[in-house]
């Protein structure tokens, strides 16, 4: 079946430091991959997503790559800020399309000034 | 992108009692789904409406828990039933369509936060 296999949370950071956070998918074909964000007592929003392999999705400085040799999408930040502490979920959408997406557990960041 | 508000946005209610949670699209949409997210957990899919049938529940989940209702397609109720503190969670509502339009994308509502006593 379908999922999504996020590093566990929570993470620190000091202003200023470079972000990753794994996500691993599997799935059948080549589904859609997500990164939302969800910041402190917030509903989630998209952040960015990539629809095929090689695809970069970014926003905000961040950035993750769809790589289908690894089945990994990556989140990438350069330089994080206080206010980009909040919850990050990886997610995928199945090929099949009209299906829900499929989350991991979520990762907290807390980025200290 | 589809704008989705919630009513309410959050609620502190009794055990035992019910609470009826409102999702309103700007734009019809085929299919919209209702998520719960539990205290540091990740989001679960409750079920998912279609407007003019009955909503397709995930398995744990059961129609006298969570009814949903699906009027139109713009809007869709939740209702939790004979609450008890575990259903303490934010519960979301989603759209994967916009103006009629199936997009890979799900966008989802500010969530409402409820709190059972």
């Known amino acids: 079946g379908n999922s999504v296999t996020q590093m566990e949370g929570p993470v620190t950071l000091s202003e200023e430091a470079f972000l990753t956070i794994n996500c691993t998918y599997t799935a059948t074909g080549y589904p859609s991959l997500f990164w939302y964000v969800q910041y402190p007592g917030e509903g989630l929003q998209l952040l960015l997503k990539a629809t095929k392999a090689d695809d970069k999705g970014s926003n905000k400085g961040f950035e993750a790559t769809y790589r289908k040799e690894t089945t990994s999408f990556h989140l990438e930040k350069g330089s994080v800020q206080v206010s980009d502490s909040a919850v990050y979920f990886c997610a995928l959408s199945p090929p099949s399309g009209n299906t829900p997406l499929v989350f991991g557990k979520g990762t907290r960041l807390s980025v200290i000034a | 992108s589809a704008v989705i508000s919630q009513k309410p946005s959050r609620d502190i209610c009794q055990r035992g009692t019910s609470l009826t949670i409102q999702c309103q699209v700007d734009?019809?949409?085929?299919?919209m789904f209702w998520y719960r997210q539990q205290p540091g957990q990740s989001l679960t899919l409750i079920a998912t409406a279609n407007q003019g049938s009955e909503a397709t529940y995930e398995s744990g989940f059961v129609i006298d828990k969570f009814p949903i209702s699906r009027p139109n397609l713009t809007f869709s109720t939740l209702t939790v039933s004979n609450m008890s503190p575990e259903d303490s969670s934010i519960y979301l509502c989603?759209?994967?369509?916009?103006?009629?339009?199936?997009?890979?994308?799900?966008?989802f509502g500010p969530g409402t936060r409820l709190t059972v006593l």
């Open positions: 734009s019809q949409v085929t299919m």
């Open positions: 989603s759209v994967d369509s916009y103006k009629g339009t199936y997009t890979d994308t799900q966008y």
